[in-house]
């Protein structure tokens, strides 16, 4: 009995390969994933896929000798999970076999320009070649599934290109007379638990289920379905401008796949349809070695599927229905697991409160989910951050990178030993870091923040359809008035939901753009009811603050300019106010609170050397993705009011998934409100910049915090670094400043306020 792990195993591909293998009286199977799945046909083993060793104990402790990898490998998050389970197999004593997940067509290097998740299957295959494990892949063309759904039994979502079968039309790439193999799913997984078998692996098998041509397709399905077909050719210039022709499948789909996204996907699949990748050989497939396997031709799935089909069209409404109902079943039962009471109603417990799923949450989870099935969602990647800085350049400013000599000087001389006095670091020996400087103005960008960038993003990648309705957001600052302007710029309606504590200057900020401001409590809870409002009178899109790719994407821009930026200075030294002795940066601060700025950078920086670091206030809890990294847990909760009201929130699940990752994020560092005053102070009076607290930390972070000044100290020596620090706003009064430099206030003066409306509360989660 030679026993095997799926990972992925608990739907599409995966679940149908566990499907084949419980049949099987020769493996015996179990499913690997990180939750518990309520529908799973096989034991279902837990697992963290961002630790080696923990995957590595599984391995072992259940024996297992081959793993299968099904798992969607679509951003650097999940490429890292695939990564790190080929590491745990090849470390793990029991482990002798690893199946890479692709399950597609043979793709070179060059096809990455067009679809960038690609690079992801390459990663894999370099650290394979690394281990002793046997190891291979399979590709099987295009999935026949998608041709029969509803009506044949399949894991997979409901939406074909080229041929629509329930609306009888087709959309043909280029000519339609390039061959294309097509496998049901069933038989692929079939094949694979046979090729388990074999004594030896090659390290690619092809699978052909059926292979004919669209215009042959075309024909059956016509035959299948008693009459002609509504057919339209898309030639390779349409296809090359990410144009198809809209088939009504694709239609139905859009409440789950925006169209853009679906044309440039499927124009992709057109472009490599209509010059033969597609076109596997069958004399090299796995079919030769085993004849005994009678793959389902593309004829008996048609129909299978539709020989008995009359009002298929309503069906085809449903079934896409009722995949969104089972999601938001699934969801419903979390909110039950919770104990989250009805609307108006407290949850039982108060530390359950900002878990507590509403429409609004549900409704941007369903969307995040839907999307990151697809290649047509752009990955967390460098190459996409590339592509949303070109999306947004029109409205979106190049701002200035400055360096100031004063204080590079002043971040460079050792504290005093009376300075680390009833600090953290009393007692130690002060670090003797070498650091220059470099500054990217944020505070110098629309509406005076960075986040302009996300929010310019965020829109770029709406159908009109959706921008149609307008957008919603729940922000108590920045994100509010750059979704404002972003909407105006684009002529949709805004609406913002602020909670009543935000900033005078913020809320009327928002309104000058336009936008409808609708005030609420500031708790989770209260803000989600009121966004759930707003959507159910209006149908406006949910555009949240920072956790989802689209605002990561589009904050990560300013990483790219800086990166540049910094190199052209430092060629042109006569520019230059420091001395350097590299040619680019050796680092970058920016601060971290929801965390969409900070996975930004690391994004738009991967691969390249420098490292990114994180900074946040430590006042009353406010630096929840420091303690997060030391527990190896995300902290939901937040309840600050720190003076760098930008980061009074816990970091996002998206942009966790970045900053937990120690190749991207090297560290997170926290500094008291003095030292954020001071640090302001120094950049206001020595640098004449106008900025923000929350602007200040990344210089707080350079000047007082001995951790990271020591890392400094040992890792670059005497050579030093040249450290960037992302002053990420300037959206502040001048009365502001003048209150926060009075007289010293007490800290029991903020420990609570009237934050909600209904009276006094602490403060939860309140920035963005």
Not at 180 to 201: C, G, N, R, S
Not at 393 to 406: E, N
Not at 585 to 601: E, K, M, N, Q, Y
Request: with cysteine; glycine share 8%; hydrophobic share 40%.
């Amino acid at each position: 009995m030679v026993k095997v792990a799926v990972a992925g195993g608990l739907g599409n591909v995966g679940k149908t390969i566990v499907d084949i293998l419980k049949t099987s009286p020769k493996h015996d199977v179990i499913v690997l994933s990180r939750k518990a799945g309520d529908d799973a046909t096989a034991p279902v083993v837990t697992v963290d896929y961002n630790s080696v060793d923990s995957l590595k104990q599984v391995l072992e402790s259940s024996e297992i000798e081959v793993v299968v990898s099904a798992l969607m490998v679509a951003d650097e998050a999940s490429s890292q999970s695939q990564l790190n389970l080929i590491k745990a197999a090849d470390k793990s004593s029991t482990t002798k076999r690893f199946v890479a997940s692709e399950y597609g067509v043979p793709f070179s290097s060059e096809d990455v320009a067009i679809l960038p998740h690609l690079k992801f299957r390459f990663d894999a295959h370099v650290e394979l070649r690394k281990t002793g494990l046997q190891w291979t892949r399979f590709q099987n063309g295009f999935f026949l599934d998608y041709f029969g759904l509803p009506h044949i039994k399949s894991y997979q979502q409901p939406i074909a290109p080229v041929l629509d079968v329930a609306n009888k039309a087709a959309a043909i790439p280029g000519d339609g007379n390039t061959p294309v193999a097509f496998t049901y799913t069933f038989d692929v997984a079939k094949f694979v638990v046979a090729a388990l078998e074999l004594p030896t692996w090659d390290n690619e098998y092809l699978i052909v289920g059926d292979k004919l041509t669209w215009n042959e397709f075309l024909r059956l399905a016509e035959e299948v379905r008693g009459s002609k077909f509504e057919v339209h050719h898309d030639d390779l210039d349409k296809l090359r401008a990410h144009q198809i022709t809209e088939l009504p499948v694709h239609v139905a789909a859009y409440p789950f796949f925006p169209k853009e996204r679906l044309q440039a996907m499927f124009a992709a699949f057109g472009l490599y349809f209509a010059t033969g990748k597609f076109d596997l050989p069958t004399e090299k497939a796995l079919n030769q070695k085993f004849p005994e396997i009678k793959p389902t031709s593309a004829k008996e799935l048609l129909e299978q599927a539709w020989k008995e089909c009359k009002s298929v069209s309503f069906l085809m409404r449903v079934y896409y229905y009722s995949v969104a109902v089972v999601t938001l079943a699934r969801m419903k039962e979390k909110m039950k697991a919770n104990e989250v009471g009805p609307r108006g109603k407290r949850p039982a417990k108060v530390e359950d409160r900002d878990n507590a799923p509403t429409s609004p949450a549900i409704n941007a989870q369903l969307r995040s989910e839907s999307l990151s099935r697809f290649p047509a969602c752009m990955p967390l990647s460098r190459e996409s951050v590339a592509a949303a800085r070109q999306a947004i350049k029109p409205h979106v400013h190049r701002t200035p990178v400055l360096t100031c000599t004063t204080l590079s000087r002043f971040v460079s001389t050792p504290q005093t030993e009376y300075d680390l006095n009833g600090t953290e670091f009393a007692g130690q020996t002060p670090a003797r870091p070498k650091i220059n400087l470099f500054f990217k103005c944020e505070n110098n960008q629309r509406v005076g923040a960075f986040k302009a960038r996300g929010a310019f993003h965020a829109l770029s990648r709406l159908t009109d359809d959706e921008l149609s309705k307008g957008v919603v957001t729940h922000s108590s600052g920045n994100h509010a008035a750059a979704l404002a302007l972003a909407a105006k710029t684009r002529g949709v309606k805004a609406y913002i939901v602020m909670p009543t504590i935000s900033t005078p200057s913020k809320i009327a900020a928002t309104q000058g753009h336009g936008a409808e401001v609708v005030f609420s409590g500031s708790t989770s809870q209260e803000r989600e009811a009121v966004v759930q409002d707003v959507i159910a009178r209006t149908g406006a899109i949910l555009v949240p603050p920072y956790d989802h790719p689209d605002i990561i994407l589009g904050q990560g821009t300013a990483a790219l300019e800086f990166e540049q930026q910094v190199r052209d200075l430092i060629a042109d030294k006569a520019a230059l106010s420091v001395r350097v002795d590299t040619d680019a940066l050796d680092a970058v601060i920016t601060p971290c609170g929801g965390g969409g700025l900070l996975s930004g950078t690391a994004t738009a920086l991967s691969g390249t050397g420098i490292r990114v670091f994180g900074a946040e206030p430590s006042f009353q809890g406010a630096d929840d993705a420091r303690r997060g990294l030391k527990e190896g847990k995300r902290i939901t909760t937040v309840k600050s009011l720190t003076i760098a009201d930008g980061v009074r929130t816990p970091v996002g699940e998206i942009p966790w998934s970045v900053i937990s990752d120690k190749s991207k994020v090297k560290g997170i560092f926290s500094v008291t409100e003095d030292q954020i005053k001071a640090a302001m102070r120094l950049l206001m009076e020595r640098m004449k910049v106008f900025i923000e607290p929350t602007a200040a930390l990344g210089l707080a972070v350079c000047l007082y915090n001995e951790e990271f000044r020591r890392l400094v100290e040992q890792e670059a020596g005497e050579k030093g670094w040249n450290v960037g620090i992302v002053l990420s706003g300037g959206n502040t009064t001048m009365e502001a400043i003048g209150k926060l430099f009075a007289a010293p206030e007490s800290k029991a003066e903020r420990a609570e306020g009237v934050v909600g409306k209904d009276g006094e509360r602490k403060a939860e989660n309140v920035a963005g």
